[in-house]
């Protein structure tokens, strides 16, 4: 029979399993927990803070700077606050806080803080945010011109459908309405965006992007806007990327993983045209075209609560459907020969022909990571061709399967068969996503842990 675990160890090894810090006290403010992620963010051990009262852990803390002192005096949840503090290893921390009261029949016995640190993240950000603010001077100053990646001609397509779409786009370009660009992920939104703004009248002003999917609500809130000194704990007086977008361009990407709360500020700058810092009383004006995509149906977005349906109709005055992959049956060979050429002068290779063979399986393939896949297939079989000639044993395993499996004379039993189908969905998912596990499942609609079960049973490498 086996033993039976404490309900106190088990809590404790559950808490201290979670890749976020932990910080309870009790009721009085003394520490009753404290866990190793905890600690390492703030540079101590878990013994100098475990049974002290806050203040004394954490001297450069105050009643009221502390979130977990604020919520035992006010019993209210602190939801999201970022929070900015230096450790005592003079290291700058970023995290996001949230702060709950731990109520018992009715009585307060304490507080739990969850702190997420994006402090790689967030300097990261910072630093772009600097950059762009430097070079937008030097280009006020006549000191600097900037560069943009990609033209309207960049765009290579034999297919009707996407050759009517860069019509539109030189057509939308100057007219300097919002855009919505709709496609799936890696079909080459941002070749679209950055040629409108190329072709516009704002191609000598910023051009600045963002992916709505990459930072936490406050943090995104805070990039996008700005933050006043004092609005939160180690915040700065610095300009959020509409102020630096001032007359250009912002591209938003992936608007369809923006928090409501947030979509609705972002519609009141689109109605308005001002902008507020986060804890400022003063609006600015800016001059900003602010180009969206998304990918997946707009609609859909909306009638599935993730997209706004006032903010899907102020963007959607204008709208470009790129089309996938799959249905662009003209652009393989084109768009193949081109990633031929382009790792020939990378790779310093002189691959002269592409077995026809190949063409036959990239016409038979769904690509659901659209042009971005095949990119890196291409890539992938140009590492491993030696001669001149590009064949389907260069090409990814997955790919090669399905070849094998097409060639295959009889009926395959179910089970091997719906076994080979379900590896490579998962390979695909894991290409598509760069094998984040939590994008993958999402994108299979299965549980996380399903999915980790599911690569382990059958020995996929990620």
């Known amino acids: 029979m086996n033993a039976t675990i404490p309900t106190n160890e088990m809590i404790s090894a559950i808490l201290n399993s979670i890749d976020e810090s932990i910080h309870a006290v009790d009721k009085n403010g003394m520490t009753i927990f404290y866990n190793q992620v905890a600690a390492d963010h703030d540079g101590v051990s878990v013994e100098e803070v475990l049974g002290k009262h806050v203040l004394e852990a954490f001297p450069s803390l ?21 929070q900015r503090y230096e450790n005592i290893k003079g290291q700058f921390i970023d995290t996001v806080n949230t702060t709950i009261p731990i109520i018992l029949d009715d009585q307060l016995i304490g507080a739990v803080e969850i702190a997420k640190d994006y402090s790689t993240i ?6 772009v945010l600097d950059l762009q603010a430097r070079i937008k001077t030097q280009v006020k100053k006549g ?23 860069k019509n539109q786009v ?27 703004h190329h072709s516009s009248n704002r191609s000598e002003s910023p051009f600045i992007a963002q992916n709505c999917a990459a930072l936490p609500e406050s943090l995104l809130e805070s990039i996008l806007f700005g933050t006043t000194k004092g609005s ?17 361009s912002l591209f938003l990407d992936e608007l369809n993983s923006m928090p409501l709360e947030l979509q609705a500020k972002l519609l009141r700058v689109l109605e308005d045209g001002v902008v507020r810092r986060i804890g400022d009383q003063k609006t600015r004006k ?7 995509a998304i990918n997946e149906s707009p609609l859909d977005c909306v009638q599935n609560g993730i997209m706004r349906p006032d903010l899907y109709y102020r963007l959607n005055v204008f709208s470009l459907f790129i089309p996938p992959l799959r249905e662009r049956n003209y652009d393989i060979e084109l768009l193949t020969s081109h990633f031929v050429e382009q790792f020939n002068e990378r790779f310093s290779k002189n691959i002269r022909n592409v077995e026809h063979t190949v063409f036959e399986l990239f016409h038979q393939y769904n690509w659901p990571g659209n042009v971005r896949e095949l990119k890196h297939t291409i890539e992938h079989a140009m590492i491993m061709v030696e001669g001149h000639t590009l064949t389907v044993k260069h090409l990814p395993i997955q790919l090669q399967q399905i070849k094998k499996s097409t060639e295959t004379k009889g009926v395959q039993p179910l089970r091997s068969a719906m076994q080979e189908m379900e590896i490579s969905l998962i390979k695909q998912a894991l290409l598509q996503t760069n094998s984040n596990i939590q994008q993958a499942s999402a994108l ?7 999915l980790q079960y599911k690569i382990q049973k059958l020995n996929i490498l990620v």
């Open 170 to 196: 030189e057509k939308v370009a100057n007219a300097d309405s919002a855009v919505l660009v709709v496609g799936e992920t890696g079909t080459g939104k941002e070749l679209f965006v950055q040629s409108i």
């Open 143 to 165: 000191k600097a011109k900037q560069v943009h990646s990609y033209t309207i001609t960049d765009i290579l397509t034999n297919d009707p459908a996407l050759m009517a779409v």
């Open 232 to 248: 939160y704990t180690g915040a700065i007086d610095r300009a959020g990327l509409f102020e630096l977008a001032d007359g250009g």
């Open 62 to 82: 105050t009643k009221e700077t502390s979130t977990l002192l604020k919520v035992l005096e006010t019993k209210q949840a602190i939801i999201q606050q970022p």
């Open 286 to 292: 800016v001059n900003v075209r602010v180009i969206a």
């Open 444 to 450: 299979l609609e299965i549980p996380r842990q399903t």
């Open 122 to 127: 967030k300097s990261l950000g910072e630093k």
